[in-house]
């Protein structure tokens, strides 16, 4: 593992990680129990491929390795170089992703990176040259080649394995076999699209370095990647997170836990992570600056950086945010799945759930009443596969401005598949749930039109440059009711269950039958976090963990908790930007814990406590939880260390306009191919016609959530034509808060 990211503690033990672990504890016999159904679950799913798909896989690697070195030698040839350097000339293939991290499943393709010499070019010699031989091979199929991608890639077939080609070109004559691209040394006079490339490679590695326990991260990584695409919460270019960026909140965990086994990792996963306050960043190492001037992630001095909603910072030079493309309505998401998680995992303690609840598919076409579908269409397949992928990469472009132009006051749930009507050639569709914001005081009659902020999306997703005729793109508002059949499996609509659902659409945990007698003292932790939700009249999820102020009521002196509770070290602690803001922030969080509190006192500290000043040297104690320890002394000290990892610094994010993320050219995606992108304004114009009025005939109704399409007509001002056989459901959404207001109390 080498000495890579280790850090000393004051007794002169290292560790992995920015700070001090949290629990050095073991499993107990009920953890290994656990580990064992867990990695039995994980099989009977199907996670692991066979013996027979692993040697295929590897044999493809060794070919496309074989083909590469014989491509630079006829490149170098056709140079004019002289035989010797030709025979000299060498190219190398890595891998990255989940291949490389072991937690690839069946059928899964294969991220790799030609690294070849300098005089071997990108341009010409890659996706000319390269492309050229592979398509004249037949064991290749499918060859798509997206060079002007942000990170430029081949993507084919070998041989029925699925490979996703980049390619480094460095500044040496020669490659050799043995080289490490781990050296910082290796991205010396590279151009932005090498480092990119070479990034995945570095990432990846540093990844396995940095864990302490190689297998367990791989099992718990394996695991939380299944449920995140069962959660429907997997899906980088939908506002999510993808692979990378699972692997790294995995890694952050095994370093708090280093003797952890899988089971319990995933369970500290979801604790972790329910009361992590977003966007204190997620890092595996220090922040290094480097010697060669690249840059990094650095709210300090990167405007950019600090409107992050969900920073996870790679540990490979250069450092960057790797989830850049998280919105505030996917991380709304995202945590109350984290505290569905963590629900279900304390439930299990008590053996009211198991892992199968864990891993229950999202019901996302029952989780709202309304939603947007936005179907396209093409002419043939190789123009459907292009449209898509590039209507696909701006989506997030709408949830954000729905969101912005409506004030924030209806949210966008996107889901992160397709879906096709196979009885419609050449035809895809994708669907956002629509709601109200949660909490905020109602309005009577409110209603949102967002035809102009269609209208505005559609006119952006019309300039791409490859758009050719029958190029379609609709957007309609529909009903619950109305969702097309062919999104459900078989085309079947399922029947609607008729109690254990919440108003989001999670499954309400129940006492087993056997435990009836105990329902009373054992009340669902989902419906008590619910109740706790509407008692704050904010529906929104507090990151400011309740836990910590009963342990503070239970008898934690001040003198206790500066003991106890010291934050870790700041890596780039000036990163922490004591504003107004930040502390605004902060004052709010901690009053929406303090109106909770059952004695009501208040327990915080000032918000400043909490806020690092640039400069600024924050202590790295953590309380050290050691094997043995009690259990009811260790949970609380856990609870109280993983409160005072985030406390030591808060992220500005409100200083700067939103706009500027809206079109970031970090967001662009492999699919995004359009070779003007970077003459798009980095501001929204304002939208001409967003109106919010009253509607008498909805508050009659007593609706709840009801969002109702009235069949205006709207100009179309973007090229892209609707389709003639299909009636344009005009998305006029209007919106009834009225019994919104009963339900939380509040007065419209």
């Known amino acids: ?338 505290q569905r998680g963590n629900e279900i995992c304390e439930a299990m303690k008590v053996n009211k759930a198991d892992w199968s609840t864990l891993f229950e598919p999202y019901p996302f076409f029952e989780a709202y009443k309304n939603y947007l579908e936005i179907d396209i269409t093409a002419e043939n397949e190789d123009d459907l596969r292009k449209w898509k992928g590039w209507v696909e990469s701006r989506l997030r472009q709408l949830t954000l401005k729905i969101e912005r132009h409506t004030f924030g006051m209806l949210q966008c749930h996107p889901h992160p598949g397709d879906f096709s009507d196979k009885s419609r050639p050449f035809h895809c569709c994708f669907f956002m749930g629509l709601q109200r914001k949660q909490g905020k005081p109602a309005n009577e009659g409110e209603q949102f039109d967002i035809r102009a902020t269609v209208e505005e999306f559609k006119h952006s997703v019309g300039m791409y440059t490859l758009w050719k005729p029958g190029m379609e793109i609709q957007v309609s508002h529909i009903r619950r009711r109305n969702i097309p059949l062919f999104v459900f499996p078989g085309g079947v609509r399922p029947s609607r269950p008729a109690k254990g659902w919440g108003f989001d659409g999670r499954s309400v945990l129940k006492p087993k039958a056997s435990d009836s007698g105990q329902a009373d003292k054992n009340v669902g932790v989902a419906d008590e976090t619910r109740k706790r939700k509407l008692a704050e009249g904010n529906g929104e999820s507090s990151f400011t963990n309740i836990k910590r102020f009963k342990a503070m009521d239970s008898g934690c002196s001040g003198t206790e908790e500066s003991e106890i509770c010291k934050s870790h070290t700041s890596v780039i602690g000036s990163c922490s930007l004591d504003s107004d803001a930040a502390r605004q922030r902060q004052h709010v969080e901690d009053n929406n814990v303090k109106h909770n509190s059952t004695d009501g006192k208040c327990h915080t500290a000032s918000a400043s406590e909490g806020v690092a000043g640039e400069g600024s040297e924050i202590g790295s104690s953590l309380p050290i939880i050691a094997p043995g320890a009690a259990t009811s002394t260790s949970r609380e000290a856990e609870e109280l260390a993983i409160e005072k990892i985030m406390s030591a610094q808060t992220i500005n994010h409100t200083g700067f306009p939103e706009e500027l993320d809206e079109l970031e050219e970090y967001g662009m995606t492999d699919h995004e191919v359009m070779n003007g992108r970077a003459n798009e304004s980095l501001t929204t114009k304002p939208v001409q016609g967003l109106s919010v009025g009253s509607r008498a005939s909805c508050l009659q109704a007593g609706c709840l959530e009801e969002l109702e399409p009235p069949e205006l007509p709207a100009p179309c001002h973007t090229r892209v034509p609707a389709s003639s056989s299909n009636t344009q459901r005009k998305p006029l959404i209007r919106l009834s808060l009225s019994s919104m207001a009963k339900t939380t109390g509040t007065s419209s």
């Not at 499993?27 to 867990?38: A, G, I, N, R, Y």
């Not at 170089?81 to 891998?95: G, M, S």
């Not at 369970?267 to 992570?273: G, L, Q, S, T």
Request: glycine letters at 6%; aromatic letters at 10%.
């Open 1 to 338: 593992m080498g000495s890579a990211g280790l850090n000393n503690r004051s007794n002169g033990q290292q560790y992995l990680g920015v700070t001090e672990p949290i629990s050095l504890g073991g499993p107990s016999e009920f953890d290994v129990v656990k580990t064992q159904e867990l990695e039995k679950f994980l099989a009977d799913v199907g996670l692991y491929e066979s013996q027979e798909e692993a040697v295929s896989r590897e044999e493809v690697l060794g070919r496309l390795d074989q083909i590469v070195k014989t491509w630079v030698k006829k490149v170098s040839r056709a140079k004019g170089f002289n035989e010797q350097l030709v025979q000299e000339a060498n190219a190398k293939i890595f891998t990255f992703g989940s291949y490389r991290l072991g937690v690839h499943g069946p059928g899964a393709d294969i991220d790799t990176l030609c690294v070849g010499p300098r005089h071997a070019s990108r341009e010409e010699d890659f996706f000319m040259e390269l492309h050229n031989m592979l398509e004249e091979m037949p064991e290749v199929a499918e060859l798509h080649p997206v060079p002007d991608a942000h990170v430029p890639v081949m993507k084919f077939k070998f041989s029925g394995v699925s490979i996703d080609l980049l390619y480094a070109k460095l500044s040496l004559w020669v490659i050799p076999e043995d080289l490490d691209i781990s050296q910082d040394s290796i991205l010396q006079n590279a151009d932005e699209q090498t480092v990119r490339s070479l990034n995945g490679c570095r990432v990846t590695d540093q990844i396995l370095r940095l864990v302490p326990n190689i297998q367990n991260f791989r099992t718990t990584l394996r695991c939380m990647r299944f449920w995140a695409k069962r959660r429907g919460v997997y899906s980088n270019v939908s506002g999510f997170l993808g692979g990378i960026n699972w692997a790294l909140l995995v890694a952050r965990i095994c370093q708090l836990y280093p003797n952890a086994l899988p089971s319990m990792l995933v369970a500290r996963f979801f604790r972790v992570y329910t009361q992590w306050r977003w966007p204190n960043p997620v890092m595996l190492c220090a922040i290094e600056e480097g010697s060669l001037g690249l840059p990094i992630w650095d709210p300090r001095r990167n405007p950019r950086d600090r409107l992050h909603q969900m920073p996870i910072i790679t540990p490979a030079y250069p450092c960057m945010n790797s989830s850049y493309n998280v919105l505030s309505s996917t991380l709304r998401v995202m945590t109350e799945e984290f």
